[in-house]
């Protein structure tokens, strides 16, 4: 853990008092956020700070679009001071003029939020804001405008050097633990005995992303197995029968689960960060452990199929490898990016295509969306960089030999002349 992230730690620990919430007046928060931009003092503008959060949070779904279309138009940039300030740049380069063309160029909507943002514990709450934003917006140009407004503070706000990792196990609180079950996206936690499946034994890990400012809220988790060898199958992994064995003897990390927790940080990427420090931190732990990988679902791949018209229903299992092979290494999304989602993360962190299996995942949610496939994408530490690189510049996939003979087209055909036949 780096010094910062001590520091921060320490300030993590720390339990800040939240000042009761009244509405101090009747106005409406569209007056308050303008006069809350346009004010000098400091108490003046927590108080209004306050009454705007405190008010917000009594708004209906109808009253929050109001508000969020309101200062979308009303604090937004002026275009022709614009065009003044970068003529007056363009023709006489000053720091001045600079200056002047920066404060154009910005919405006095973010200074709205960076004010609001001053009251203790405003954080979550303007996390909250923006997931109701998304939640409401339905691509409405101005309100996605807002929305990068709003974005563009949480990159700086969130950056990975104000994050603390912590690992979660089953002494962590109470009410974190029901967090992760809660925010579990992946492989749904049923009951408090499966969570401390997950949890409890020498051989599971846990670790999430917290920020100091929200400090009962995790951001993103990871659920880690450590263990000899590659895993395979999702409902070996987490058996409830299964044998824990001592993590001194483990040599591969296999990272089975990675869950988002706030819908206000969608696009804000935490993912690649967690895998690598936990990569590093079990690395220093652990001294036999020289193997990262994950153990992913295919959740597009159901999708493209039915895309591409094709019924694979009948599919055997090789069957079922070969098609989901052709479908990591070959489909593409309009940008000319993976088609999965799941694929396009863990290929844009610099790890490869490993292996593809049948059958490994054979819940509800698994046969659904890919026909029960599952992947292991491989981080190679001394690679990972060099991989993040060439993927970023070429958007090619990288995959073992094993994967590339698997993902030959005519497992594709062997189907489509199956549904012919049928």
């Avoid at 910062?4 to 320490?10: G, H, I």
């Avoid at 006095?108 to 009251?119: A, D, G, I, S, T």
């Avoid at 994408?377 to 996939?397: I, P, S």
């Amino acid at each position: 853990m780096t010094l910062l992230a001590d520091l921060l730690a320490t300030v993590f620990e720390r339990r800040y008092r939240q000042p009761a919430r009244h509405l101090r007046n009747d106005r409406p928060l569209e007056e308050l956020a303008s006069d809350l931009v346009g004010s000098a003092g400091e108490t003046t503008g927590l108080a209004l700070a306050q009454d705007i959060l405190s008010g917000y949070e009594n708004l209906d779904d109808e009253e929050k679009l109001t508000f969020f279309r309101n200062i979308a138009g009303r604090l937004n940039i002026n275009p022709e001071k614009v065009r003044s300030a970068l003529d007056a740049y363009e023709g006489r380069p000053s720091k001045a003029t600079y200056r002047d063309f920066m404060i154009a160029a910005e919405p006095r909507r973010q200074e709205l939020f960076r004010r609001l943002n001053k009251v203790p514990g405003a954080t979550g709450t303007l996390v909250n804001m923006r997931a109701d934003l998304l939640r409401l917006g339905n691509a409405d140009p101005e309100l996605d405008a807002l929305d990068l407004d709003l974005r563009h503070l949480f990159s700086s706000w969130f950056n990975r050097g104000f994050l603390v990792l912590r690992p979660i196990n089953w002494e962590s609180p109470a009410h974190i633990l029901e967090k992760i079950i809660a925010y579990e996206a992946v492989h749904a936690i049923h009951s408090w005995d499966d969570l401390r499946r997950r949890l409890e034994p020498a051989d599971r890990r846990c670790f999430a992303f917290f920020h100091p400012s929200m400090p009962d809220e995790p951001l993103i988790f990871v659920e880690v197995a450590l263990m000899k060898g590659i895993a395979s199958s999702i409902q070996t992994l987490l058996a409830e029968d299964r044998d824990a064995h001592a993590a001194e003897d483990a040599d591969t990390a296999i990272f089975y689960s990675i869950s988002n927790c706030q819908a206000g940080l969608a696009s804000i990427s935490f993912g690649n960060s967690l895998i690598k420090q936990v990569a590093s931190d079990l690395s220093a732990e652990l001294a036999r452990l020289k193997t990262f990988a994950t153990l992913s679902p295919i959740p597009g791949l159901a999708k493209w199929l039915d895309l591409e018209g094709i019924d694979w229903g009948p599919a055997t299992p090789e069957e079922m490898k070969a098609v989901a092979a052709h479908y990591l290494l070959t489909a593409k999304s309009l940008g000319g990016q993976p088609f999965d989602p799941v694929a396009r993360f863990h290929l844009g962190n610099g790890a490869i295509v490993h292996a593809v299996h049948a059958n490994a995942d054979v819940s509800d949610k698994g046969r659904e969306q890919s026909g029960g496939a599952m992947v292991n994408y491989l981080y190679d530490l001394t690679k990972v960089a060099q991989n993040h690189e060439n993927f970023a510049t070429t958007q090619e996939v990288v995959a073992t030999d094993a994967v590339k003979s698997l993902a030959r087209p005519a497992a594709l055909d062997q189907i489509r002349k199956g549904n012919t036949d049928a």
